[in-house]
């Protein structure tokens, strides 16, 4: 091989591998007359020029009845618009199906422009129904356009989706600020024990009150009842003894002193 045909050579290689990498996306859009205006508005913003910069793309193009308002924006918030439609990643039907998750975030175009916040560069892609569903990653967004069809893929290099509707991402456009995420909820103060003080007063009352009655109640149950003999006249006589004129019979001593007398009494006469 002479040494003129090395140089020759590797420009060769190189223009064929940027010539297999690189891709012109107002011309492959142009073999699809549905996306005439979605092709035009591409090349209006100068976003046509970077998507053929990319290696590896994933257009979500919208098909002319359903462009909308998107003609009537200016250059740079179109451009802005189109970008979040732009995933720099593979995708086709067959990649969205062997999904793990029923929701997968994108990563646009837009991410990469340094403007993005609050989430306005990613997409979620969401299977329901049998289709997929994709829309802005921002807070509280809208998610709506669904996936209509495959309108041509080159693996692993580019993928054309078709879908219903823009995607719209709240504040590209300056008319509306981001929608940002909820404020985390304030803890709710527990109720003050002062409003509970009252009923807690009138608690401490009952009882109080029933102390200062339960001496009370103590000093009648001390108090000793009133016996017979406190309530009975002076000088009335028992009702329990016996009467006066019944005087009770002579005990066994008594009788025992009486014989001995009478014993002593006889002894001296005799003996006399």
Request: glycine share 6%; net charge negative.
């Amino acid at each position: 091989m002479s040494r003129s045909t090395v140089p020759l050579l590797c420009s060769f290689l190189i223009l064929f591998a940027s010539s297999a990498s690189a891709f012109n996306i107002t011309r492959i859009l142009g073999q699809y007359p549905d996306y005439s205006t979605f092709n035009e508005l591409l090349s209006k913003s100068g976003l046509a020029t970077d998507i053929n910069s990319r290696g590896t793309i994933t257009l979500l193009a919208i098909p002319n009845g359903a462009v909308g308002d998107l003609t009537s924006k200016s250059d740079d918030v179109l451009k802005r618009v189109l970008a979040t439609h732009v995933v720099l990643d593979y995708y086709d039907p067959m990649k969205l199906q062997r999904m793990k998750d029923k929701t997968a975030k994108m990563t646009t175009m837009y991410q990469q422009s340094g403007k993005a916040a609050y989430d306005q560069g990613f997409l979620n892609v969401t299977a329901k129904d049998g289709s997929f569903i994709f829309g802005s990653a921002v807070v509280g967004a809208q998610r709506n356009s669904k996936l209509e069809k495959s309108v041509m893929n080159q693996p692993y290099n580019i993928s054309i989706l078709g879908i219903s509707q823009p995607i719209v991402t709240p504040g590209l456009d300056g008319t509306m600020a981001p929608i940002s995420a909820p404020p985390p909820k304030a803890n709710t103060p527990k109720s003050s024990p002062v409003a509970e003080a009252p009923a807690e007063e009138e608690e401490a009352e009952a009882p109080a009150e029933e102390e200062a009655e339960a001496p009370a109640e103590e000093e009648e149950a001390e108090t000793p009842a009133p016996s017979k003999d406190a309530d009975a006249p002076a000088g009335a006589p028992d009702a329990d003894a016996p009467p006066a004129d019944q005087a009770p019979p002579p005990s066994s001593a008594a009788k025992l002193k009486v014989s001995f007398g009478l014993f002593v009494v006889l002894a001296t006469i005799i003996l006399a």
